[in-house]
């Protein structure tokens, strides 16, 4: 039964939340171009958003590229570059923990401001609580991951899941097989980051698709006015 549920869930799951993710972002911009924003509240309320938004922000994405970098590239780049595994696991206990930190106390002011605040809290979708929900599981069980990787300092840990990650990426149908025996709290914070995936595209959050496309105007050519 426990491989069954192993390879349901980190072997097939992360196939189907990607699938959702891609296909139903796609959808969703080429036939609700009009609900594709990040619907900003700050008209309602301009209290607290500047600072929590901003924390929330700058912690969140700390936290994407440090596992974006730290999952995705074999370790023996790491090993090339001359970083040990046990001096990566606790550079990633540091960073990680420190932009967890910032993006707890953000969303904590963006989630106060939303209950405190009849206004927004009546503009408030349903998907919006479910994604602020998610969002506070899943850094709640990234930081309380970190005593945990404290007793591995050895890497260990950190490298069957970076393994997995790099076979689930590289359609290797193995990659359940690293994580079989690796802390409940790693499970589930793998699973409930799928799921933020798998949400994704039915929410507001399909807003970081245009940050990250905001980026092609640092190479767009320059506009020529000139005056009659």
């Known amino acids: 039964m426990n491989g ?33 924003k990040s619907d900003s509240s700050q008209l309602l309320r301009p209290g607290q958003l ?34 040990t595994a046990p001096a990566k696991q ?19 002011l963006l989630i106060n401001r939303r209950l405190t605040e009849p206004r927004i809290r009546a503009h408030t979708r349903t998907a919006d609580w479910v994604v602020l ?3 506070l599981v899943q850094l709640l069980l990234g930081l309380g991951s970190l005593p945990v990787s404290l007793q591995h300092r050895d890497g260990g840990e950190m490298v069957k899941l970076m393994t997995w990650v790099q076979h689930v990426a590289t359609f290797q149908g193995d990659a359940p097989v690293f994580v079989t025996d690796v802390a409940p709290v790693f499970k589930l914070h793998l699973v409930v980051g799928m799921t933020i995936f798998l949400v994704f595209p039915f929410t507001r959050l399909v807003h970081v698709w245009s ?18």
């Not at 700390?62 to 970083?83: D, M, R, S």
């Not at 420190?98 to 993006?103: E, Q, Y």
């Open 133 to 135: 929900g998610l969002l």
């Open 50 to 83: 500047r600072l929590g938004s901003n924390l929330f922000h700058i912690g969140i994405l700390g936290i994407f590229a440090g596992h974006f970098v730290g999952l995705l590239t074999p370790i023996e780049v790491y090993h090339a570059l001359g970083l």
């Open 90 to 108: 606790m550079l990633a206990i540091v960073a990680g923990g420190v932009a967890g930190l910032i993006m707890l106390v953000g969303l904590v």
């Open 4 to 36: 069954f549920l192993d390879t349901l869930l980190f072997g097939i799951y992360p196939y189907v939340a990607m699938s959702v993710f891609l296909l139903g972002s796609l959808i969703r911009y080429d036939r609700e171009q009009y609900s594709w």
């Open 211 to 228: 940050g990250f496309g905001a980026l092609a105007y640092l190479t767009r050519a320059y506009q020529l006015v000139r005056s009659r």
